[in-house]
């Protein structure tokens, strides 16, 4: 079973307009933690923001703020007044615990291009 | 403040040969795993260390080696390079065992003819 799902392929969203990018997850586990990557076309991987199981506020930097439903397994990133800048691919991922480490489990990523 | 730095940025093999992918830290973070990325898949966990002489497989392990044998550099060997194996590589490094951010490397394009 997929343990990160991001339905979304591509989006397109309207420079300075506000959008949401879906991520749901599955695990039992009650601890875990949800993290949000961009990797522009230049390939490189950018952390933008996390989230904990229990941390009780939806997490916030800058732009980014991630919208966090526990019950509903759903951890949406949310990019307001977008830039053409933030173009770029986007994965979500989850951390699972292993026995002797952990390790990032990663959706199959999103693609977002803005327009001007 | 180099963070993590991967060698080399592209590299193309012939079935059968072998190479190594090189992975420094400058960050003493203990945790340091190997990825790779291909398309619609997302990323998938090939190696990982919690820590110098200690390592262990990740979801596909198969057809690569790792050691550790210092706390800055994690090397992934490709024992005889596979079509299968082509791809984008990316070493990352964490403190520790907790929710903490991964730090990446700028990611090593694999292709095998």
């Known amino acids: 079973a997929q343990k990160i799902t991001q339905t979304q392929p591509g989006m397109f969203v309207q420079e300075k307009e506000a959008v949401t990018l879906d991520c749901t997850y599955d695990?039992?586990?009650?601890?875990?933690?949800l993290f949000w990557y961009k990797q522009p076309s230049s390939g490189e991987m950018i952390f933008l923001i996390y989230?904990?199981?229990?941390?009780?506020q939806n997490a916030t930097e800058g732009r980014y703020s991630l919208n966090f439903q526990k019950a509903r397994k759903s951890a949406n990133l949310v990019i307001s007044a977008s830039q053409l800048g933030d173009s770029a691919m986007y994965f979500c991922a989850m951390r699972e615990f292993m026995e002797y480490g952990n390790k990032l489990v990663f959706g199959a990523g999103t693609i977002l291009r803005v327009k001007s | 403040n180099a963070g993590v730095t991967q060698t080399p940025k592209f590299q193309v093999l012939k079935t059968g040969q072998s190479m190594t992918l090189q992975c420094a830290q400058d960050m003493n973070h203990e945790y340091m795993s190997w990825y790779r990325q291909d398309p619609g898949m997302g990323l998938r966990l090939i190696h990982y260390?919690?820590?110098?002489?200690?390592?262990d497989q990740g979801e596909v392990p198969n057809g690569y080696n790792v050691s550790r044998s210092t706390t800055e550099d994690f090397p992934l060997r490709l024992l005889s390079a596979a079509p299968s194996q082509t791809s984008v590589y990316f070493c990352?490094?964490?403190?520790?065992?907790?929710?903490?951010?991964?730090?990446f490397g700028q990611g090593t394009r694999l292709t095998v003819v």
């Open positions: 260390s919690v820590g110098a002489g200690i390592t």
């Open positions: 695990t039992s586990d009650p601890s875990y933690g």
């Open positions: 990352a490094s964490r403190l520790d065992r907790g929710n903490t951010e991964a730090f």
């Open positions: 989230q904990g199981s229990y941390d009780q």
